[in-house]
Each structure stands twice: as structure tokens, then as C-alpha cells.
């Protein structure tokens, strides 16, 4: 079992700035591949960001590509998502969550992850 914790969401006006982290505990941290995905109301959950075991290898949804970036600490057991550029479409619960093994391939489904957070709300005002 792993727990999944987010913070560092939170209010900021367009074009701002702002750095998720997700801290997790249980299982072999490194372990796991990790990933970020956002659900606005009334829509899917959908990708943002993955990182493999090592943190060697990220792939980004398209609409974050450049602005985004996601990291981890394995030493901390925390994976990080720094938002940058922030958009109003950007607003979102974002969610942390944990896949057993060490690539990223396939990572971009709901249903390929194994563990999730609880989420934290970040809202980009225009």
C-alpha cells in the first residue's frame, strides 16, 4: 500500500507560478513510476505529467509541454510538479498517483495507475 498526500495548491493570477509536491510513504518509494493528473467538474480526470523510478524519463500532456515540470526526490520520497506560465484553463484538482514498476509507458489512463491522492485544488485567475 501507498499513501499519497498533495500539497502547494492554491490561488494565483494568470501567468503565475506555483509547485506541487506529493509526499508518499508505505511501500519502496522508488518503486514506483509516478504521475500528475487534473479533473476540472463535470469532466475527466485527465494526464498532466509521469516520471520514471529514477526520474530519468518524463512525458508531458501536450497542453502543459513547456510549462510544466515534474521531478522527484526518492531521497524525500516526494515527486514534484512545478506549474509555470499558469493559464485560467489550468484550473483544476490536481492528483498525485503511483504505478508499481519503473517506466512511464502507458501512464497517460486513470486506470493505469495503482495508488492516488486525495488531490489539491489550484485555480488560476485571468
Known amino acids: 500500500q501507498v499513501q499519497l498526500v498533495e500539497s502547494g495548491g492554491g490561488l494565483v493570477q494568470a501567468g503565475g507560478s506555483l509547485r506541487l509536491s506529493c509526499a508518499a510513504s508505505?511501500?519502496?518509494?522508488?518503486?514506483?513510476?509516478m504521475g500528475w493528473f487534473r479533473q476540472v467538474p463535470g469532466k475527466e480526470r485527465e494526464f498532466v505529467a509521469a516520471?520514471?523510478?529514477?526520474?530519468?524519463?518524463?512525458y508531458y500532456a501536450d497542453s502543459v509541454k513547456g510549462r510544466f515540470t515534474i521531478s522527484r526526490d526518492n531521497a524525500k520520497n516526494t515527486v514534484y510538479l512545478q506549474m509555470n506560465s499558469l493559464k485560467p484553463e489550468d484550473t483544476a484538482v490536481y492528483y498525485c498517483?503511483?504505478?508499481?514498476?519503473?517506466?512511464?509507458?502507458?501512464?497517460?489512463?486513470?486506470?493505469?495507475?495503482?495508488?492516488w491522492g486525495k488531490g489539491t485544488l489550484v485555480t488560476v485567475s485571468s
Open positions: 508505505g511501500r519502496t518509494f522508488s518503486s514506483y513510476a
Open positions: 516520471v520514471s523510478w529514477s526520474g530519468g524519463s518524463t
Open positions: 498517483a503511483a504505478r508499481y514498476g519503473t517506466h512511464i509507458f502507458g501512464m497517460t489512463t486513470r486506470d493505469a495507475m495503482d495508488y
